[in-house]
């Protein structure tokens, strides 16, 4: 044995060490020798070097021992494939691929798994057939990469699971795994079921993980529960993301006794420190009902929380209205911890902003945005910026927004169409739905709520019942009972009682609370008092808690001077302690929130306030407002002045709000209102008329929809 080979051998022993152990300091080292010695070059040796770059996440150093590979293989060649596979870079994986003078299995799967995992399913597909007709072998995992790329679409799943059985590779656990996800995705529970339990012992924890995961999504908690024990029972290996798995079964089945006992068992096996448990913790407690003490006991626990946990923690907080403040406080927080916000932090703490309905802080969170030069996925925070300013009132900067946008999704889609149908701009949501279709972007069950609640509010009914069968027909989404109560809601404004109590009848499901309410509504509105008691016990009979039926029945009989029945709607509300949410309104003014209760006295400048108030009272009135006494919402019977009544009606929250608001902003600034229910027609009546005295905009959004008062008018038409 000569020297040099000897020395070879040794040095390729070391470098494959290196690359084991990812030592790159070393391996720079070698590569410094072995350039500058004169040993002529060992392929083998030059794609170890441009293994260990890969390994170690150095790609360009690896794309240049690549290129000085001076007689590179198909082993180099894969070895570059998978070197920019890892850094999801599927192009260049492609380029290379094409160079290949004969690739083989290795070279195929690596490409296919790349599309794989981005969710590429057609050219991993052409690739998976021209495998095929060139007669090169498979095995397993071309199959398993396949089935993932293609785990969108049952059909071909279906058919990849049946050519590789009778290709006989169903011993393969990797392909059996992708299987399983494939099919539980798509809602196909119980094939998924039976692939993992023909799997026998080829079985992985990958496979009972993914079992674990779509029993979550099917919301089999016990199921899921069960399978994690026999795991236990079978001594099989349970980490974090069995674990995790468990959880989110949990929580995917609101399921939060049994979350709460898991969790239990996790601190007993020390687990609750762990972030991954962690973030899946808080996921429990805040989508289970808003435990918001117990979201913020396990973050405390968490030794050195890390982005993800952040984001979990603020995302938490921002599903619920009331902690918006909190989740805004927790984005702070991060970032003084020494965080940058991801586009996951942002995209929650926009939509905590836009629950506050807090103009400046959506601002505030726009300029963030564009300050932090955040850039990837740029889509997920247009969209949320465009909802925030929707939300917050503004649709100009909502649609400028939309439209510098360089790319759209359904979700932006979506947003900005119901900003339009919330807004009352009924034609331009429709419009927008129509470009949506032209560019090819796919509605969802979501963009059908605003579509049909567009036509209702713009009294478009067949409009609207046209949409409701394409929905079905053209795209087989199948309508929910938000659909139903959006169509109810149509039939309803239209006058059509009879035909929205028709639809109720023929829903294919019991019809919840939201539906009877729409029609409720309706019946309201048309002051049909009959339907309207049927609609009303229904609604009881579902929430016996909720206090708008009761409200809305004392309204109609007070209205129609049925007193007896006026005082046994409030016996009974008081009997089953219902309580009603007290009216309020809200206005920012310079960054700081107003609110305003009916008769408000706690204002500071409640002097001020009412003197304004009084004298622009006068002023309506003789500008043509007069004031709509059935709103007062009192008894003719108890001896109340009509004098006393106007008082009532004068003082309502709104009123007050707008009343607040001209007298602190400069002249021509136009003003935006928050209510928290439904705005009364006495106080639309006055701030249309006020738009035109003040010659301000005035805009109020109640707890169903936005009003744009300007120049005596409404952007609704009254027609809401
Ligand atoms: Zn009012
Ligand atoms: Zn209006």
């Known amino acids: 044995m000569n020297q040099i080979s000897w020395n070879l051998q040794i040095f390729r022993q070391i470098l494959k060490t290196c690359v ?37 996440g150095r790609l360009s150093a690896a794309g240049k021992a690549f290129a000085a590979t001076a007689e590179p293989n198909v082993f180099s060649f894969n070895v570059m494939i998978a070197a920019y596979a890892k850094e999801s870079l599927p192009h260049l994986a492609r380029h290379l691929f094409d160079k290949i003078p004969e690739p083989d299995i290795v070279s195929y799967n690596t490409l296919i798994s790349v599309y794989a995992e981005r969710g590429d399913a057609s050219p991993a597909l052409d690739l998976f057939l021209g495998m095929r007709e060139s007669g090169l072998g498979m095995d397993g995992f071309t199959f398993s990469a396949v089935i993932t790329a293609c785990n969108d679409d049952v059909r071909l799943v279906k058919q990849l699971h049946s050519s590789a059985f009778s ?31 023909e799997m026998g012992p080829v079985k992985d924890e ?37 674990l995790a798995s468990v959880l989110s079964a949990f929580t995917s089945m609101e399921d939060l006794i049994g979350g709460k006992q898991f969790h239990s068992q996790l601190v007993k096996m020390g687990f609750h420190r762990n972030a991954h448990i962690g973030s899946g913790l808080i996921d429990l407690y805040s989508k289970c009902g808003g435990h918001m003490c117990d979201c913020r006991k396990v973050f405390d626990e968490m030794p050195d929380p890390d982005l993800v946990l952040w984001n979990t923690i603020i995302s938490g907080y921002s599903l619920n209205e009331e902690f918006s403040e909190e989740a805004l406080n927790f984005f702070k927080q991060m970032q003084r911890a020494g965080n940058f916000p991801d586009d996951c932090s942002f995209v929650c703490a926009i939509s905590a902003s836009s629950k506050m309905s807090s103009p400046s802080q959506g601002r505030q969170m726009h300029s963030l945005v564009i300050k932090s ?105 199948e309508p929910e009972a938000e659909h139903y109560a959006c169509m109810i809601d149509l039939l309803g404004r239209a006058g059509k009682l009879d035909e929205a109590e028709g639809l109720i009848c023929t829903m294919p499901y019991t019809p919840n609370v939201m539906v009877w309410g729409s029609l409720l509504r309706a019946c309201r509105t048309h002051g049909n008092i009959k339907l309207a008691e049927k609609a009303a016990n229904h609604c009881l009979h579902l929430d016996p808690s909720n206090a708008a039926p009761y409200v809305t029945m004392a309204h109609m009989y007070t209205v129609d001077r049925r007193w007896d029945e006026v005082s046994r709607v409030k016996k009974h509300m008081k009997d089953r302690s219902v309580k009603r949410r007290p009216g309020c309104s809200w206005i920012e003014i310079d960054k700081k929130i107003h609110s305003f209760v009916a008769d408000d006295k706690s204002h500071p400048m409640r002097e001020e306030i009412y003197g304004f108030w009084d004298k622009m009272w006068e002023k309506i009135k003789k500008a043509g407002y007069v004031p709509d006494l059935k709103w007062a919402s009192v008894r003719d019977d108890c001896g109340v002045t009509e004098e006393e009544k106007e008082t009532i009606l004068r003082h309502h929250s709104e009123k007050l709000a707008v009343a607040f608001g001209l007298l602190s902003t400069t002249e021509g600034a136009s003003l935006l209102v928050m ?10 009546n006055a701030i249309k008329v006020v738009s035109d005295v003040a010659k301000r905009e005035i805009t109020v959004r109640d707890c169903h929809r936005f009003h744009h008062f300007r120049q005596g008018q409404c952007s609704c038409g009254d027609f809401w």
């Open 206 to 242: 990958v496979s009972w993980n993914s079992m674990i995961v779509a029993y979550g999504q099917q919301r089999e908690g016990l199921k899921a529960m069960k399978l994690y024990q026999e795991m236990v029972r079978l001594d099989l290996y349970v980490d974090m993301f069995t």
């Open 167 to 197: 290709g006989g590779f169903h011993g393969y656990a990797s392909m059996n795994n992708s299987l399983i996800s494939g099919y539980s995705k798509n809602g196909f529970f119980h094939d998924a079921e039976r692939v993992f339990s």
């Open 675 to 684: 209510k928290n229910l439904r705005m009364c027609g006495d106080c639309h």
């Open 20 to 56: 084991d152990r990812r030592d790159l300091t070393t391996g720079k080292c070698l590569h410094a020798v072995y350039i500058k010695s004169v040993v002529p070059q060992v392929t083998y040796i030059s794609n170890h070097f441009t293994l260990l770059y890969s390994k170690c």
């Open 373 to 477: 030069n955040i850039q990837s996925n740029r889509i997920s925070i247009n969209n949320a910026l465009v909802a925030m300013y929707s939300k917050c009132g503004n649709l100009q900067e909502a649609r400028q927004l939309f439209d510098r946008m360089p790319e759209h999704n359904n979700v932006s889609f979506n947003s900005m169409i119901a900003g339009y149908a919330q807004h009352g701009l009924g034609a331009e949501s429709l419009i927008l739905f129509e470009k949506m279709l032209e560019k090819k972007i796919a509605p969802t069950s979501i963009t059908f709520v605003s579509v049909i609640s567009a036509c209702a509010h713009t009294g478009k009914v067949e409009d609207g019942e046209r949409y409701f069968s394409l929905m079905k027909e053209t795209f087989e989404i």
